[in-house]
Structure formats: structure tokens, C-alpha cells
């Protein structure tokens, strides 16, 4: 009978792209195991282009702590034998009480289990006195994989490279993206603006300068539907520029991102998904502790401050004269300077 694993992780963006390094190392270990996974409902078209993972189970929020029991419990007639989780929060603390309970880990029954710790403690030290603790640059990447030793999971070296996605969106993509776009395919540059909190996005007047700085280049901007500020670098080169903030969902954006030559993006998920799709990029890494990617293939542009990394996600406050000055020192030029060099 093949093993069968639960992993566990709701959300978000980035970090569920980066936990499914796990799913490499199971199936290294384990080729016929059956992977399920439990995320929040949006979040499952994502995971659905690991077709390797058997079955996503969607989290409706909407049902609250009740609907979160009754998933529960359908969850434990699957009997897994392994059960990760990736998340650490009351939700899945909820759903370890129910599939693991405490009793059956004392005897050593029951399925396996494992935990991301959050360290809260190693957080509370970096952020609120500057002393750290965690190795940095933190990989996120690389701390999904680590509670897999307790189990023996250590063996990466084959991943997935086979991407699924389905044959209508990559329609829709070349009738109503590529066929818009001006200039040679190869002078393309993918721009991710935006993110969840605005202390870690580059400056908008940055982004500007930047297409000016690149005469010879094209660019196109992935962003939702609140992010207007996206219409200011659009025209600073309209004939140059696709704007498609609020135009591309989130599986659209991935198939985007895994067609580009580069992507330049600061701590968001699109930048985690180039590197797991293996795509070049320049990572714009500002006041976050968390966001630093692992492939090669990927250059991180920072500058050296004392007050860096001040924040986990990008909330909070910035301690210096000049507003986002980890950012602000990032200049157009040296990125354009990166640019040129990488696409060449």
C-alpha cells in the first residue's frame, strides 16, 4: 500500500509555493506515495499545477470553526500516515487535535507527525531587540524541508519541472496577452510591483525610471485590481508597457511569470514562483526577514543597514529619516545596470 501523506498549509502565495519543496522530497523518498494537501479554497488552483499532489482540499473560511471540524473529520477517515504541518496556527492546530491527537503521539500511534515552527521567540528577539538568531539570508524554502528529517526526508536532488496548466488559460494568454505585446519576445521584462504590505514594494518613481532607463526593452506588469499605482509607471512608455493589473488571476499570473524571460519583484509570491519554475530574476529585498529565494538563477539585489531585516511581512513602521530607505537605495540605474546584463 502506498504511504499516504497530508500536508498542511493554508496560505499564502509565497509561502505555499515555497512549501511545496516538500512534495519533491516525499516522492524522492516515497515515488508512490499519495500526497494530499488542505489549503484555503483560493489558494487551490495554485496547487493544482503539481499534478503529483492526488487531492487539494479546499478551506472555506466561510464555515468557520464548525466547517473547519467537519473537514476535519472527513480528513480522518483518509487514515494518513503522515501528517505535516506547515502552517502553526489555530486552524491547524485545530486539525492536528483531530487526525493526531496528543495521546496517540505519547504511544507512538496513529500517523507521523511533523511541525514548521514559527520561532516565535527567535522572532520576537530579531524584531524587537535586533538580536538574531535564524540563519541568514533566511531560505524559506529550506525551512519547509527541514521538519521532513525527522521523518528521513533529506533527498531533493529530483524536482518537479513538469508544470500543469490547462490548455483553455494558455489560450486565453496567447489571444489576449502575447498577441498584444510590442517589441522583440526576447527584450520582455516581467514586473511585479506590487505587494501585500507597501514598506517592501520598490517606489513607484523606481519602477518609472526604470523603463526609461531601458529604452530598447518592453515590459509587461502583473498586479491586481487595487493596484492603480501600476497605471503611473504604464505611462511614463505607453507603447512599451502591458499593464495587466487586474486582468490575470493568480493561475494566469504563474503562467506569466513561468513564460518570462525575467521577472524583476520584490518579496511577493510571484518572485517565489520564478524560483520554483526556475526563471531568472531579481529579487528587490528591502526591510523582511523571510523572503530570500534559494535557486541560483535568481540574483538578490539589497543594500547593507543596520535596521535590516525589521519586519517579517512588510508591516510596521520604518525607523529612518528617509521612508523605505533600504528600498530607496536600490537605484534604478543599478537594477537597469542588472537588466541589461542578465538579458544580454
Same mark, same amino acid.
Given at each position: 500500500?502506498?504511504?499516504?501523506?497530508?500536508?498542511?498549509?493554508?496560505?499564502?502565495?509565497?509561502?505555499?509555493?515555497?512549501?511545496?519543496?516538500?512534495?519533491?522530497?516525499?516522492?524522492?523518498?516515497?515515488?508512490?506515495?499519495?500526497?494530499?494537501?488542505?489549503?484555503?479554497?483560493?489558494?487551490?488552483?495554485?496547487?493544482?499545477?503539481?499534478?503529483?499532489?492526488? %487531492?487539494?482540499?479546499?478551506?472555506?473560511?466561510?464555515?468557520? &470553526? *464548525? =466547517?473547519? $471540524?467537519?473537514?476535519?473529520?472527513? @480528513?480522518? !477517515?483518509?487514515?494518513?500516515?503522515?501528517?505535516?504541518?506547515?502552517?502553526?496556527?489555530?486552524?491547524?492546530?485545530?486539525?492536528?487535535?483531530?487526525?493526531?491527537?496528543?495521546?496517540?503521539?505519547?504511544?507512538?500511534?496513529?500517523?507521523?507527525?511533523?511541525?514548521?515552527?514559527?520561532?516565535?521567540?527567535?522572532?520576537?528577539?530579531?524584531? %524587537?531587540?535586533?538580536?538574531?538568531?535564524?540563519?541568514?539570508? &533566511? *531560505? =524559506?524554502? $529550506?525551512?519547509?524541508?527541514?521538519? @521532513?528529517? !525527522?521523518?528521513?526526508?533529506?533527498?531533493?536532488?529530483?524536482?518537479?519541472?513538469?508544470?500543469?496548466?490547462?490548455?483553455?488559460?494558455?489560450?486565453?494568454?496567447?489571444?489576449?496577452?502575447?498577441?498584444?505585446?510590442?517589441?522583440?519576445?526576447?527584450?520582455?521584462?516581467?514586473?511585479?510591483?506590487?505587494?501585500?504590505?507597501?514598506?517592501?514594494?520598490?517606489?513607484?518613481?523606481?519602477?518609472?525610471?526604470?523603463?526609461?532607463?531601458?529604452?530598447?526593452?518592453?515590459?509587461?506588469?502583473?498586479?491586481?485590481?487595487?493596484?492603480?499605482?501600476?497605471?503611473?509607471?504604464?505611462?511614463?512608455?505607453?507603447?512599451?508597457?502591458?499593464?495587466?493589473?487586474?486582468?490575470?488571476?493568480?493561475?494566469?499570473?504563474?503562467?506569466?511569470?513561468?513564460?518570462?524571460?525575467?521577472?524583476?519583484?520584490?518579496?511577493?509570491?510571484?518572485?517565489?514562483?520564478?524560483?520554483?519554475?526556475?526563471?531568472?530574476?531579481?529579487?528587490?529585498?528591502?526591510?523582511?526577514?523571510?523572503?530570500?529565494?534559494?535557486?541560483?538563477?535568481?540574483?538578490?539585489?539589497?543594500?547593507?543597514?543596520?535596521?535590516?531585516?525589521?519586519?517579517?511581512?512588510?508591516?510596521?513602521?520604518?525607523?529612518?529619516?528617509?521612508?523605505?530607505?533600504?528600498?530607496?537605495?536600490?537605484?534604478?540605474?543599478?537594477?537597469?545596470?542588472?537588466?541589461?546584463?542578465?538579458?544580454?
Amino acid at each position: 500500500m502506498p504511504k499516504k501523506f497530508l500536508i498542511i498549509r493554508f496560505s499564502s502565495i509565497g509561502d505555499i509555493i515555497q512549501c511545496m519543496t516538500a512534495v519533491d522530497g516525499i516522492l524522492n523518498h516515497y515515488p508512490d506515495a499519495e500526497i494530499h494537501w488542505i489549503a484555503r479554497k483560493d489558494m487551490s488552483s495554485f496547487l493544482a499545477m503539481d499534478q503529483r499532489i492526488y %487531492k487539494v482540499w479546499g478551506f472555506d473560511r466561510g464555515q468557520g &470553526f *464548525k =466547517g473547519l $471540524l467537519r473537514q476535519a473529520r472527513e @480528513l480522518k !477517515k483518509e487514515k494518513f500516515d503522515f501528517v505535516y504541518d506547515a502552517h502553526s496556527n489555530i486552524r491547524s492546530i485545530v486539525l492536528k487535535t483531530v487526525l493526531v491527537p496528543r495521546w496517540k503521539r505519547w504511544f507512538g500511534m496513529g500517523a507521523k507527525y511533523t511541525m514548521r515552527s514559527k520561532e516565535r521567540i527567535k522572532r520576537i528577539l530579531l524584531f %524587537k531587540f535586533g538580536i538574531d538568531r535564524f540563519p541568514m539570508p &533566511f *531560505k =524559506g524554502m $529550506l525551512s519547509y524541508r527541514k521538519p @521532513l528529517e !525527522k521523518w528521513g526526508l533529506t533527498d531533493y536532488s529530483k524536482v518537479n519541472a513538469n508544470w500543469y496548466f490547462p490548455e483553455e488559460l494558455k489560450q486565453k494568454m496567447e489571444a489576449n496577452v502575447f498577441s498584444n505585446l510590442k517589441g522583440e519576445p526576447s527584450k520582455l521584462v516581467t514586473l511585479v510591483p506590487s505587494a501585500a504590505w507597501i514598506m517592501k514594494r520598490w517606489p513607484v518613481s523606481h519602477w518609472q525610471k526604470l523603463v526609461q532607463q531601458l529604452p530598447d526593452y518592453h515590459f509587461m506588469i502583473l498586479a491586481g485590481p487595487d493596484d492603480v499605482f501600476c497605471n503611473e509607471i504604464e505611462a511614463v512608455a505607453t507603447g512599451r508597457v502591458l499593464n495587466l493589473s487586474g486582468k490575470t488571476n493568480l493561475l494566469e499570473s504563474c503562467y506569466l511569470v513561468q513564460k518570462s524571460n525575467l521577472v524583476i519583484s520584490g518579496d511577493t509570491g510571484f518572485l517565489h514562483a520564478a524560483d520554483k519554475f526556475s526563471i531568472p530574476a531579481l529579487s528587490l529585498m528591502g526591510p523582511t526577514a523571510f523572503g530570500f529565494t534559494t535557486g541560483e538563477h535568481i540574483k538578490t539585489l539589497e543594500v547593507d543597514m543596520k535596521c535590516r531585516p525589521c519586519t517579517k511581512d512588510g508591516s510596521g513602521r520604518c525607523s529612518q529619516r528617509v521612508y523605505q530607505q533600504c528600498m530607496v537605495d536600490i537605484t534604478p540605474e543599478w537594477v537597469a545596470q542588472e537588466v541589461i546584463q542578465r538579458m544580454s
